[in-house]
């Protein structure tokens, strides 16, 4: 295959093909009726029915246990035709899934379920409930893609696409599309990509790569995850992109957490909880749902340090509204933190940079002005690496001010009878850093 004629095809396979996938685990139900109403088709090109096929199982977090969704099966087209043609709907409850969805979305969300035409094969995807699927297809060569709408707003979408280990050079061209570090190979195998202009991306693990574009529309985001395998391994490709208001983000960033949990695998090598965005996406939709009062201040302190602040920010879009408002809460409420809340809010330094890096320090830097020995005698306690970066947050609070008084302050404050030696020491650290913030 020349170089043009794999280019044509690779984005005649992007182009029609667009969302699916398949690792399903635990129990549903089926409705009663096989006959279920289908949403009616719509003119001679028909939209794709969607069929209500009872709820699935979602086993979530200890505190919720379980969510049960609503299931809507897609008509699909198929590349070659079969006799029977397959089932609209799966033939048994489709099994639990273990996948957390956030508390306050269970009411919001579905599962749309296509058959894949062979065994009983189905692929699951995650969107909010009333959309419509505006196409569904199966290729003769087992590729696979789906897109869903809302039917109020049909720029909000949801679109999937799987080469499914049949067209080498539709994945390969794809890959180069887009992973950049993989253009050049893509170029070399003679299948190159169009290289796609991403406003971010953070690479999950070696195999997977988390973007968003730049929308024309300011008032909507554009967010995907790229899935890929190694050169050594059968070359395969698939990728889940969501364009959705900027108000309906939070449910963008489960959709695209569900595909990222669910479909790596098979593909990406890394399955570390640390390639995800789950923890930071679960506290997204907690902050945002939480009264703003002093009582959401305990357990925000408490969910910080499984965070790191350089995803929630990248989560947040292009506004680092949320990420700095929790931090200037925690500030505002200062009064109301604990000692035993020292050592979480001391440890949740991961991914800080830039203004976030600098309001972190305001926060820990006030805390320490109104409780100096209690914030020192839990540093004490602590090792020497989570001293270090404590010392270098409260070093560049206390740099603003006139350097011989805080030193004189810190010398007083060392004298006291309550200051072991381990507590001196962490008071010597604070006075080398006064002495040289930067």
């Keep these: 295959m020349n170089t043009f004629t794999a280019k044509r095809a690779a984005n005649l396979f992007l182009t029609s093909t667009l969302l699916a996938s398949s690792v399903l685990l635990g129990a549903g139900t089926l409705p009663s009726s096989a006959s279920a109403a289908t949403v009616p088709i719509a003119s001679a090109r028909s939209l794709p029915a969607v069929v209500p096929s009872g709820t699935v199982t979602f086993n979530t977090t200890v505190k919720q246990k379980y969510v049960k969704l609503p299931v809507y099966a897609v008509q699909v087209r198929y590349g070659v035709d079969e006799d029977p043609a397959p089932a609209v709907q799966p033939k048994a409850p489709l099994p639990a899934v273990s996948f957390a969805i956030p508390s306050g979305l269970e009411n919001q969300l579905a599962v749309y379920w296509m058959n894949l035409g062979y065994d009983s094969r189905g692929a699951m995807f995650l969107a909010p409930k009333g959309w419509i699927a505006a196409e569904a297809l199966v290729g003769a060569n087992g590729s696979y893609g789906i897109t869903l709408r809302n039917p109020a707003n049909t720029a909000e979408s949801l679109t999937f696409s799987d080469t499914a280990g049949s067209c ?103 399955t570390s909880t640390a390639d995800k965005i789950s923890a930071e996406l679960e506290l997204l939709v907690w902050y945002q749902q939480e009264p703003a009062s002093t009582s959401r201040v305990t357990p925000l302190i408490r969910k910080l340090p499984d965070i790191d602040w350089g995803k929630l920010s990248r989560l947040s879009g292009t506004s680092r509204l949320w990420p700095e408002e929790m931090i200037n809460d925690l500030t505002r409420h200062i009064s109301v933190i604990t000692p035993d809340l020292y050592l979480p809010l001391l440890k949740s330094t991961k991914g800080l940079d830039g203004a976030l890096s600098e309001s972190y320090s305001n926060l820990i830097g006030t805390l320490f002005d109104q409780q100096p020995v209690k914030v020192i005698q839990v540093l004490s306690r602590a090792d020497r690496s989570l001293q270090t970066s404590a010392v270098h947050l409260i070093g560049y609070h206390l740099s603003y001010r006139n350097t011989a008084g805080v030193i004189q302050e810190l010398q007083l404050l060392r004298q006291q009878k309550s200051m072991d030696a381990n507590a001196q020491k962490v008071i010597d650290l604070l006075i080398q850093r006064v002495k040289s913030p930067y």
């Excluded at 993989?182 to 195999?207: I, V």
């Design 168 to 270: 080498v050079g539709c994945a390969i061209s794809s890959i180069g599309s887009y992973f950049p570090k993989e253009r050049t190979w893509a170029d070399e195998e003679g299948f190159p990509g169009e290289p796609k202009t991403y406003q971010q991306y953070t690479m999950l693990g070696e195999n997977a790569l988390y973007y968003s574009l730049k929308d024309s529309n300011n008032s909507y985001t554009t967010k995907g995850v790229a899935v890929k395998t190694s050169r050594t391994d059968d070359i395969l490709f698939r990728r889940q992109q969501v364009r959705m208001t900027r108000d309906h983000q939070l449910l963008s960033y489960v959709m695209l957490d569900f595909f990222t949990d669910r479909y790596r695998t098979g593909y990406a090598k890394s």
